[in-house]
């Protein structure tokens, strides 16, 4: 090969990679500012909690180092136990509650029935209404004295209710609030899913002389399950991170009846100003989120 050639040759090569180096680095130029800011707003505020929460200090001052000890003081910790224990009993009838809605719901928003539009939407806007306003407005829907539940009640003769100011029922009150909040997002899920299934199978089954009853549980519902897996973790990590619903309605009250973790952890940090350890208890909780949604992955795959 003579050196012209050899010259031609090089500059080919490199005019190839240079063409193939253009779209990447023009893509890294569109990705790299929206990237920075996930990293600023997301990964620095995580890692700066990790190290907060080895200390002993506030928002404010640095305090001293203390290691584990945070962690530790966890386990002794009576009232950090009622607000876990409250937000177990919140995300188990929840979650299951949801799923469950959602797929009635999905299932009856389905059908081929006039107005179907509307009322799809109807199911979905609460979902996108913030939790904040949900709770201004469970306020007012819920309140013992005026609100239009308990009006509905004794207009049919029945006993009104405390609701969110018993503490026997503040609980249950969130959650049926919750509900018709967050139903929404696994009625549209499951609608998807639905709509995805081959008719093949469905009409399959029926000429098999499967019932509706059979088909939906042997032909659907396997269907249906990533679906399912997906919205029962999705779910849970809503459950577990529940924190502007009782902000805006109880504030964990009353006798810290409706104090979930979040909210425990909120009062740790920005009330008492024992940042540390509410960074520490925001770290269990994240640690106790993924090993649920992991558990959930895995025998949801099997």
């Known amino acids: 090969m003579t050196a012209l050639a050899r010259v031609t040759v090089g500059s080919g090569v490199r005019g190839i990679r240079r063409r193939r180096w253009v779209p990447e680095l023009t893509g890294w130029g569109f990705v790299l500012p929206a990237s920075l800011v996930i990293v600023g707003l997301g990964l620095f505020p995580a890692v700066w909690a990790l190290l907060l929460s080895l200390r002993d200090g506030d928002l404010i001052t640095g305090g001293e180092y203390v290691g584990l ?18 937000t177990l009993v919140y995300t188990v009838l929840f979650v299951p509650g949801s799923v469950i809605l959602g797929l009635v719901l999905a ?9 179907i539009g509307f009322y799809r939407t109807c199911i979905f806007v609460p979902y996108v209404v913030s939790a904040a306003a949900t709770g201004i407005l469970a306020n007012f829907v819920f309140d013992p004295d005026f609100g239009i539940v308990n009006a509905g009640l004794k207009a049919i003769g029945l006993t009104g209710m405390r609701f969110l100011q018993d503490p026997d029922q ?36 029926r000429v098999d002389g499967g019932t509706g009853r059979h088909v939906l549980r ?11 897996v997906f919205l029962t973790i999705w779910q849970i990590v809503t459950a577990l991170q529940l924190f502007d619903l009782v902000y805006t309605t109880t504030k964990g009250q009353p006798l ?43 025998r949801g795959s099997k």
Not at 176 to 200: C, F, T
């Open 170 to 205: 503040a609980m249950i009150t969130l959650v049926v609030i919750s509900l018709w909040g967050g139903i929404g997002m696994p009625a549209v899920v499951y609608l998807a899913a639905l709509q995805d299934i081959p008719r093949e199978l469905v009409e399959a089954a």
């Open 256 to 298: 810290d009846s409706t104090t979930v973790i979040v909210f425990y952890l909120y009062r740790q940090a920005f009330q008492l100003f024992h940042s540390g350890y509410g960074a520490a208890v925001a770290y269990a909780l994240f640690a106790v989120t993924l090993a649920v949604s992991g558990l959930t992955l895995w």
């Open 218 to 228: 042997h032909v659907v519902l396997p269907q249906l399950r990533p679906a399912t």
């Open 69 to 86: 000890q945070n962690y530790r003081d966890m386990f002794g910790d009576a009232e950090l136990g009622k607000a876990a224990l409250h």
């Open 107 to 115: 299932l009856a928003l389905n059908l081929k029935i006039r107005l």
